[in-house]
């Protein structure tokens, strides 16, 4: 049976705010077609926090973290039971517009992929959609902040118009970060953001995100235990489809509860 | 577990590095003469098939290539005297009487005069075949555009007859004996004294560009044709494309992949292969005798060769639309656009240029078409250009087989003009596909 610790406003976390709940997950099982990838997930994505989804190849934390916006609707054999929540609204609710639901948890990916548009296209693509900007003067500001939020600003500035594929792929995952925080998610989910980045090009990111969480909430998948124990405040072990551990990422990481977490994050398996 | 693994695994790995298995020095240097000598018999073969390529590709052009003689033709230039009496009874000058004026008359009154030796029934009909029957149209535009020139003498090139240019061209053959020869000995000897006096000119024969078809091969042009094909082309493009890329994007970005998705795909795999006469056929039943549309008409062809044309668009659409990486789909989805936002904003700009590329290709291929235009009477004769796509009209191809098909010798030149004309078109429909490929693509 799967023991789930699911930290309440007791857990240690390396900040002194007050933590409150963003995303729940409630018996979440998953299917593709008729096999089980996720088996009755239970967890809390918490406010203002880094989550780590951490696991070995194939244990359904990238699919976990692509049900938190409805990422898996675009597969059409996948099928998902239980209850997700993004504050006390359930995003599987018949009546939820999936639309709605990614404009307010936006997602970036593990491979950067900017549109083959100019840079200030790339930005102003998510607002444009949504409706976010009254004049093309508000647009620009958009476009600027998104890029100084994922600290791109500087090294862009001076070239809005060209394509965001000829940047280098460190600046094209930021630049999908700016993208994403453009439209004003809420929560943030990256799928392995630094996984296909050389280790400046992380540091970078992980500086970021450690930046973007006073503002957003995120979720981030990585294999990268490292990274997880850096930027992280939570931590969620899978395993197998199971979610084994979840915890604050300090407990995690020295003394979890689990051997088989245990195993995991110091390379006993994986 | 791992441990456990790899026991099991040992006998194998010891397999693998036994060096006993290996092969001899000389067995391995077999072994890359065998590889070399494979190599070498795949290029040869490949170069083999692209030598033969290149000659039938040689032979096609150099065969058509006469087809160059149909530019031009050949005109007499005779005194021709504007005889009042004849253009212009009444006095008038009324140019409504001076259209229906006996030019032609004109022109046979100066051959006459030319060869005042003619003078039996039988010589002087020799003498009126020299020019075209049509040779009369240009004294009337001339005296049409200017009246004055009504009882003046005037020297004009007119049309030589399409034997005589033939014969002038080299393509009838003197040297056959005269019972086996279209143009006899007398008309050739008549020629030649024309041609000694300077009488025979070459022109461009603007008809060939500016006229419909006609039974006499010096007056017969492609314009009608052309037009026609136009039409054609236009009517395939507006039914074909917008509804080949809409059921194309439909099947691919939004269709549940199910067994009834399966089966249309498979069919429209495999309507585009079906031979385009039965397409001309199902033209003919649906478009002519159900919808009632008119007979040899640019719409009801243009729609045939649509149906025909549909298939490569859809079938090229998909694979382009395939071709986009999902990332690009899955990045406009993740900052919350809907799925047609993601289709229309990014995976159908971005499928263009393969889209278009197809669509031309298959739009070179409904030019090029013939069978079904037969079925729905393209084939007829028509004289007049269409003014619409509901009248009347030939098409380039239609037209070749025409004249391909018709007795009088000038026909066969006309024919290889009006192919260069065809392949001058398909080259510009294909160079437009490359360069918007091109120009269009984009990486990412």
């Given at each position: 049976m799967v023991t789930t610790t699911v930290p309440t406003a007791t857990a240690t976390v390396s900040s002194s705010a007050p933590v409150s709940v963003k995303m729940s997950a409630r018996n979440v099982n998953l299917w593709y077609g008729t096999k089980?990838?996720?088996?009755?997930v239970n967890m809390d994505v918490m406010k203002h926090r880094v989550t780590a989804l951490i696991g070995p190849s194939g244990c359904g934390k990238t699919t976990f973290l692509r049900c938190l916006n409805r990422m898996n609707d675009t597969i059409g054999s996948c099928r998902v039971e239980g209850d997700i929540r993004l504050d006390g609204l359930n995003i599987y609710d018949p009546s939820i517009d999936v639309v709605q639901v990614r404009a307010r948890v936006g997602m970036v990916f593990q491979k950067p992929n900017p549109f083959p548009k100019s840079i200030y296209e790339n930005v102003a693509y998510g607002p444009r959609i949504h409706g976010l900007a009254r004049s093309k003067a508000d647009l620009d500001d958009i476009v600027e902040a998104s890029l100084r939020g994922a600290g791109l600003w500087e090294e862009v500035a001076d070239r809005l118009?060209?394509?965001?594929?000829?940047?280098s792929g460190g600046q094209q995952q930021r630049l999908c970060i700016a993208r994403a925080i453009a439209v004003s998610p809420e929560v943030i989910l990256m799928d392995e953001p630094c996984s296909a980045l050389d280790p400046i090009a992380t540091a970078h990111i992980e500086e970021l995100i450690d930046e973007l969480r006073k503002t957003f909430t995120i979720v981030i998948v990585t294999h990268n235990m490292q990274q997880a124990a850096r930027v992280s405040q939570y931590t969620a072990f899978f395993h197998l489809g199971k979610l084994i551990e979840f915890g604050p990422t300090e407990e995690i990481f020295?003394?979890?509860?689990e051997q088989m977490t245990q195993d995991y994050i110091t390379g006993r398996f994986g | 577990m791992n441990e456990v693994a790899i026991e099991v695994e040992a006998p194998k790995l010891a397999r693998l590095l036994d060096a006993t298995y290996r092969p001899t020095a000389e067995q391995a240097a077999a072994l890359v003469r065998r590889r070399y000598a494979r190599e070498r018999a795949l290029k040869l073969a490949g170069l083999t098939g692209l030598a033969i390529g290149v000659l039938a590709l040689g032979l096609l052009l150099a065969s058509i290539v006469p087809g160059v003689k149909a530019f031009v033709r050949h005109a007499i230039v005779l005194d021709i005297e504007f005889d009042a009496a004849v253009i212009?009874?009444?006095?008038?000058?009324d140019p409504r009487e001076m259209a229906k004026a006996d030019y032609q008359e004109l022109i046979y009154r100066a051959l006459y005069r030319l060869f005042p030796e003619a003078t039996g029934r039988e010589a002087r009909r020799e003498l009126r075949s020299l020019v075209s029957v049509g040779a009369g149209d240009r004294l009337r535009d001339m005296v049409l555009a200017d009246p004055s020139i009504v009882g003046s003498t005037q020297r004009v090139a007119v049309i030589a007859a399409s034997n005589i240019d033939q014969v002038l061209k080299g393509s009838i053959d003197r040297t056959v004996p005269e019972e086996s020869r279209v143009v006899k000995d007398r008309t050739l000897a008549v020629i030649d004294r024309l041609a000694e006096q300077g009488r025979i000119t070459r022109e461009w024969n603007k008809s060939f560009f500016l006229t419909g078809d006609s039974r006499h091969p010096e007056l017969a042009g492609l314009y009608g044709a052309l037009i026609g094909s136009a039409y054609l082309m236009l009517v395939t493009f507006l039914f074909s494309v917008p509804m080949g890329i809409a059921a194309a994007v439909y099947l691919e970005e939004f269709a549940p992949k199910n067994r009834v998705t399966d089966l249309i795909e498979i069919n429209i795999n495999n309507l585009a292969a079906v031979p385009s006469i039965v397409f001309g056929l199902l033209g003919l039943a649906i478009f002519l005798n159900t919808f009632g549309l008119p007979r040899s008409s640019p719409i009801a062809g243009g729609l045939t060769l649509g149906l025909m044309t549909l298939p490569t668009v859809v079938v090229a659409t998909r694979a382009a639309l395939r071709s986009i990486p999902p990332s690009i789909r899955e990045a406009a989805l993740g900052i919350g656009a809907s799925r047609v936002q993601a289709v229309l904003h990014h995976v159908l700009p971005l499928a263009m240029p393969g889209i278009l590329t197809g669509t031309i290709i298959g739009m070179a291929q409904a030019l090029g078409e013939t069978a079904p235009l037969l079925m729905i009477g393209?084939?007829?004769?028509?004289v007049d250009v269409p003014r619409s796509p509901w009248d009347a009209a030939a098409a380039l191809p239609v037209q070749i087989y025409i004249w391909a098909d018709?007795?009088?010798?000038q026909f066969a030149e006309l024919t290889a003009g009006a192919i260069i004309v065809l392949l001058g078109f398909l080259i510009v429909m294909n160079g437009l596909a490359i360069y918007l490929r091109r120009r269009l693509e984009r990486t990412w």
């Open positions: 089980q990838a996720l088996f009755d118009d060209q394509p965001g594929t000829s940047l020295t003394r979890p509860l | 212009d009874a009444s006095g008038t000058r393209m084939n007829a004769f028509i018709s007795p009088e010798r």
